[in-house]
């Protein structure tokens, strides 16, 4: 049995913005279009992916589409079961 955090990475309505002509930030690049950070989850683990948006909420980001196309889990660590 698989415990821990799932995520379906879903964008309804993908952005045309220019990646190359955002401003580059340290959390990823600036759109001046939407006024937000967009993340850039290409080379992330599906841990960070999953540690980022439980921190940072609704957010805007950039994926590769084998990213889009799969369920991310991060398993938690299970403490053994027994009874002393």
């Known amino acids: 049995m698989r415990t ?10 993908p952005c045309h913005e220019d990646w190359d002509k955002m401003t580059l930030q340290d959390k990823g690049r600036h759109c001046a ?12 683990t599906d841990e960070h992916i999953v540690k980022t948006f439980q921190s940072e909420g609704k957010l805007c980001g950039r994926f590769k589409s084998t990213q889009l196309l ?3 889990h991060i398993s938690e660590p299970t403490r053994p079961l027994y009874i002393s």
Do not use: H, R
């Open 33 to 44: 279009s939407c006024q937000k950070t967009v993340f850039d989850f290409t080379t992330a």
């Open 70 to 72: 799969s369920l991310i």
């Open 4 to 13: 821990g955090t799932a995520l379906k990475i879903n964008i309804p309505e």
